[in-house]
């Protein structure tokens, strides 16, 4: 089974995988990786009886080096009983996806791993990327792994301790006013013809490392939850599992049941639960993107809007917005209540998950998994 070609998630054309490749040469849409799935299938069975890892199913990976790709270790995250959490959410079968236990301390390794050892593969020498701050210290650190420059422009509200990161570990950081879309406006001014750029979902391989998240559900559940709840920038992660989810189907290992998907916001920036409620296909930029201490969702816009909108929808799942009250209150319980020490991101989807069991839109019965996204350290 191998990587067959990158479609374009909105128009299909499809494009070259064995060259750098950014969005959709026909519509600047996002490009998804596609592989051999139908010509050859690998058992689950076969799968679980290797070593744990991001690339413990080099089948659906896009590297050439599959199984002894370059690692620092990223991938099988523990998933965390509720517990105390639990209790006093009453839901009973909740479960924390603990990316914060990745090496860079976020879930942004994963799509970094994926997309950094590509860029070896393809000969890139220098990369670029805005980053609200997790992603640009993922992309210093397997940019040191694999021996490639690194240039990453921050919004000047990023935690000092990211842009002492990402400085530590060799990139080139220049500090911007305003948000990851600012940075990425000021980026685009500054970019030369040889800077490949690794911005959330143009470029078809961060998705690909996210969407291990799904696949590691599967591997430790032996299936699917009932809901997901995921804190929604760019969305890479939720497009990646979607994906993952499709991919698994194709495999044989599971059928047509997906989890109800729940993206979670924050209300100073809302711009993928707007849409959602009011029954829109795209999600126009939010304006004036207030400050939060989640700023991991601080995004306007993602070019991937369409397809997060799709899997929220087909799902039957659901968007929520927390304020900055709720999400400081529920990050403070995940971390007394359970001991996890996570981000804000991480309490904002203790608080959908609170409101949503409330309402009863989460039953008692519900296996249900919250992501946190990153370690409290990394937001000083």
């Not at 413990?56 to 690692?71: F, L, Q, S």
Request: charge should be negative.
């Amino acid at each position: 089974m191998s990587l067959r070609d990158l479609a374009c998630g909105r128009c299909e054309h499809s494009h070259d995988p064995h060259q750098p490749q950014g969005v959709c040469t026909a519509c600047g849409g996002p490009l998804l990786a596609r592989y051999d799935i139908g010509a050859e299938t690998v058992p689950l069975t076969t799968v679980l009886g290797r070593v744990p890892g991001q690339v413990r199913c080099p089948e659906t990976y896009p590297t050439n080096a599959g199984g002894t790709t370059p690692t620092l270790g990223e991938g099988a995250t523990p998933l965390v009983p509720g517990g105390r959490l639990a209790d006093a959410l009453r839901i009973p079968r909740l479960l924390v996806k603990d990316e914060a236990q990745n090496p860079t301390g976020s879930f942004k390794s994963r799509g970094m791993a994926a997309a950094m050892a590509r860029a070896a593969e393809l000969g890139l020498a220098t990369v670029c990327l805005p980053s609200a701050g997790n992603a640009g210290g993922a992309a210093a650190a397997y940019g040191a792994l694999h021996g490639i420059r690194v240039v990453i422009y921050l919004p000047d509200s990023t935690p000092a301790a990211i842009d002492r990161e990402c400085q530590d570990l060799g990139a080139d950081v220049v500090r911007v006013p305003g948000t990851i879309a600012d940075a990425g406006h000021a980026l685009a001014a500054a970019r030369t013809d040889d800077w490949f750029s690794l911005a959330t979902l143009r470029e078809p391989y961060r998705v690909e490392g996210k969407k291990v998240m799904g696949y590691e559900l599967l591997y430790d559940l032996g299936s699917l939850p009932d809901v997901i709840l995921y804190p929604t920038g760019g969305g890479t992660g939720l497009v990646g599992m979607w994906k993952a989810f499709d991919e698994m189907q194709a495999l044989g290992w599971i059928g047509d049941e997906r989890p109800r998907m729940v993206c979670v916001q924050t209300a100073g920036c809302a711009p993928m639960v707007r849409a959602f409620e009011q029954e829109l296909d795209t999600a126009p930029a939010w304006e004036n993107a207030e400050p939060t201490t989640a700023f991991g969702l601080r995004v306007p816009g993602a070019l991937g809007d369409f397809l997060i909108l799709r899997a929220l929808r087909a799902s039957n799942g659901t968007a929520i917005a927390i304020g900055e009250p709720a999400m400081a209150d529920d990050t403070s319980a995940i971390a007394t209540q359970l001991g996890l020490h996570s981000s804000p991101e991480g309490g904002a989807c203790v608080a959908a998950a609170r409101q949503l069991r409330e309402s009863g839109w989460i039953g008692e019965t519900d296996v249900v998994v919250i992501f946190n996204t990153g370690h409290a350290l990394k937001y000083l």
